[in-house]
T-cell receptor, first 115, second 117 residues
Framework: AQSVTQLGSHVSVSEGALVLLRCNYS??????LFWYVQYPNQGLQLLLK??????LVKGINGFEAEFKKSETSFHLTKPSAHMSDAAEYFC?????????????FGSGTQLTVLP | GAVVSQHPSWVICKSGTSVKIECRSL??????MFWYRQFPKQSLMLMAT?????????EQGVEKDKFLINHASLTLSTLTVTSAHPEDSSFYIC?????????????FGPGTRLLVL
């Protein structure tokens, strides 16, 4: 069964500092992994996804994530935090259920950016 | 591209009434749509998966008679909360996967906040 674990339900960084949000996965097959961002009272927006091509994936808004099979990790990073990055971030893994591919989400990490 | 809309964005209703929420894929054909429920400060809980033209598949613990899902076309799915009660108050989010969604990429709607009085 596929699952993801997000370490740290809350992360605070100063504006301009490095952002690192952790995600570890468990999968018996090569996984498809995703990072989504959710702003208050909104749906989820796709930041980036890993689909077994390049291990370093670049997404929108300056975010990137690196797939590390040896560490079963897919951590999300951004070199310099901006106030507008404050949001909830979800890591997800795709799994097959019947004829559909479903997403299993982590518990989420709330990112706070301090001025 | 890959825009999903939901309507209404928020709704307040009286206990015992039914509420319908629409989910539309605006610029792609959604072969599969998903309905989630999200409680405050929590992750998304998958309620059901629906494929166009067939019955929805509900997750364990979700009452199919209470949460009616219809996926009548490749661009529209509806969730009807029947005989709503205050405990049904929540944030409901839909997502859609297109024909090229073999990797499982889902595109999410903006959500509908339901408050049952």
């Amino acid at each position: 069964a596929q699952s993801v674990t997000q370490l740290g339900s809350h992360v605070s960084v100063s504006e301009g500092a490095l952002v690192l949000l952790r995600c570890n996965y468990s999968s018996s097959v090569p996984p498809y992994l995703f990072w989504y961002v959710q702003y208050p009272n909104q749906g989820l927006q796709l930041l980036l996804k890993y689909t077994s091509a390049a291990t370093l994936v670049k997404g929108i808004n300056g975010f990137e994530a690196e797939f590390k099979k040896s560490e079963t990790s897919f951590h999300l990073t951004k070199p310099s935090a901006h106030m507008s990055d404050a949001a909830e971030y979800f890591c997800a893994v795709s799994r097959t259920s019947g004829s559909a591919r479903q997403l299993t989400f982590g518990s989420g990490t709330q990112l706070t950016v301090l001025p | 591209g890959a825009v999903v809309s939901q309507h209404p964005s928020w709704v307040i209703c009286k206990s015992g009434t039914s509420v319908k929420i629409e989910c539309r894929s605006l610029d792609f054909q959604a072969t599969t749509m998903f309905w989630y429920r999200q409680f405050p400060k929590q992750s998304l809980m998958l309620m059901a998966t629906s494929n166009e033209g067939s019955k929805a598949t509900y997750e364990q613990g979700v009452e199919k008679d209470k949460f009616l899902i219809n996926h009548a076309s490749l661009t529209l799915s509806t969730l009807t909360v029947t005989s709503a009660h205050p405990e049904d108050s929540s944030f409901y989010i839909c997502s859609a996967t297109g024909l090229a969604g073999g990797q499982g990429t889902q595109y999410f709607g903006p959500g509908t906040r339901l408050l049952v009085l």
